[in-house]
């Protein structure tokens, strides 16, 4: 007979209908197993606990025992490429993060339905910019409330390949969404080497713009969240950095 595969996330950062898609490769191969390229798993509720979304995406085992290697990425795409397998990664829109925190699963080999289990480390490939905007003396009467902020520098679309596990990336500067005071954006940016090149501009609803170049030695490295403060001076702008570890990702048990 054949077995199922069922999944359940270890902590709680999934969200209701968050969906998962899962590959199956033959065993030291990068041949996708019976041709089923893209299983879709999604958590109904949220809890973590993931189920396959309808029997078409429903992953059985290789009947006989056969032994299959398992890939998984986040958030599902239906534009995966079955013969390359690119996931195709797009970070213009920054209107929903969780749409583009790309994350993906180590690949876990030699498993069938003698030895069903699987435990899957999701890992963020990307990264993440908290952007912080004050002022000093010198620009103390400026007004933030309705701030624009572009980043320049950076990718905006690319392509993640599951079997090589890198990234390639292309695109121009995109821009940071800022809360409505203008004093903070969160986003997710294509990892960038260090170099020149990167610089944030801020511009208030009233035309005033304030452009920080970016240290060359930083880098956005993938899997980290990289908090900039920048401080608006009359003439110019500067940014400090602090770079930690993105560390919530997850472990699903397959």
């Not at 019976?34 to 396959?52: A, H, L």
């Not at 986003?187 to 260090?194: D, E, K, L, R």
């Amino acid at each position: 007979g054949t077995s199922s595969a069922t999944t359940r996330a270890t902590d709680a950062s999934w969200q209701a209908n968050d969906a998962i898609g899962i590959v199956m490769l033959d065993a030291g191969t990068n041949t996708v197993t019976e041709g089923k390229t893209n299983y879709r798993y999604i958590t109904i509720t949220g809890n973590g606990s993931f189920t396959p979304d309808g029997k078409e995406h429903t992953a059985y085992y290789p009947t006989a025992g056969a032994q299959v290697d398992v890939l998984a990425y986040y958030p599902y795409t239906i534009t995966i490429s079955a013969g390359s397998l690119n996931i195709p990664v797009d970070v213009s829109d920054q209107s929903n993060l969780a749409a583009i925190d790309l994350m993906t699963a180590e690949k876990v080999t030699g498993r069938s339905s003698k030895a069903p289990d699987v435990s899957l480390m999701f890992t963020h490939r990307l990264c993440k910019l908290v952007l912080k905007v004050v002022k000093d003396e010198t620009t103390s009467d400026v007004t933030l409330t309705g701030a624009t902020a572009i980043l320049a520098g950076t990718a905006t679309t690319g392509n993640w390949n599951l079997i090589t596990e890198k990234l390639s990336t292309e695109g121009e500067a995109r821009d940071l969404t800022l809360t409505a005071d203008g004093t903070i954006a969160t986003a997710i940016v294509m990892p960038t080497q260090a170099g020149d090149g990167k610089s944030i501009t801020v511009t208030t609803a009233d035309g005033k713009s304030y452009t920080a170049t970016i240290a060359a030695n930083l880098a956005l490295a993938a899997g980290t969240v990289n908090t900039y403060t920048m401080t608006l001076h009359r003439n110019q702008a500067s940014i400090t950095a602090g770079i930690t570890p993105w560390t919530d990702g997850t472990t699903v048990p397959l």
